[in-house]
């Protein structure tokens, strides 16, 4: 299945520390905010959303939702240098959508997981465009001598 959308507005990332979501660890501090922020605002959340919807496993209407509640702004993406890789946090309805009333057609738990499996997936091909064509600098981390070899 694919969808048939047009990409959202990318997010404005955040200034907390990743290591603040219960989703993430990251060591450092280093997080290259700015830098991905702009290469995000050249072309990669574009190009990740055509990549990741030409299979995605949502419809449109479903996906909408997630934009009029405004969830695609909570994507905070971020540098974790130990891991030489791009971190991201996706946001997510919460649990409580239903007492909350968040939203006149959310009515289902199948949607509401819909939602939040897409946002997670997506997330992760954002992660996967930026280090593989954007991101340019290379990891300070660097690994002891004494490790042993495998």
């Not at 974790?80 to 959310?106: C, I, M, N, S």
Request: glycine content about 6%; some cysteine; overall charge negative.
């Amino acid at each position: 299945m694919s969808l048939d959308a047009e990409p959202p507005p990318p997010p404005s990332l955040e200034t907390v520390s990743p290591s603040e979501y219960d989703d993430t660890e990251v060591v450092g501090d280093e997080y290259h905010r700015e830098d991905l922020e702009e290469f995000l605002r050249e072309g990669a959340w574009e190009e990740a959303f055509d990549r990741w919807s030409a299979d995605a496993d949502i419809d449109a209407e479903v996906w909408a939702i997630a934009g009029e509640l405004g969830l695609f702004a909570g994507f905070d993406f971020f540098w974790d240098d130990f891991a030489d890789r791009v971190g991201y946090h996706a946001p997510g309805v919460p649990e409580d959508w239903k007492q909350r009333d968040l939203h006149p057609e959310l009515d289902s738990w199948a949607q509401v997981s819909a939602v939040n499996a897409a946002l997670t997936e997506f997330g992760q091909v954002v992660c996967e465009v930026l280090k593989e064509e954007y991101v340019d600098w290379e990891s300070e981390f660097e690994a002891p001598e004494d490790l042993p070899d495998f």
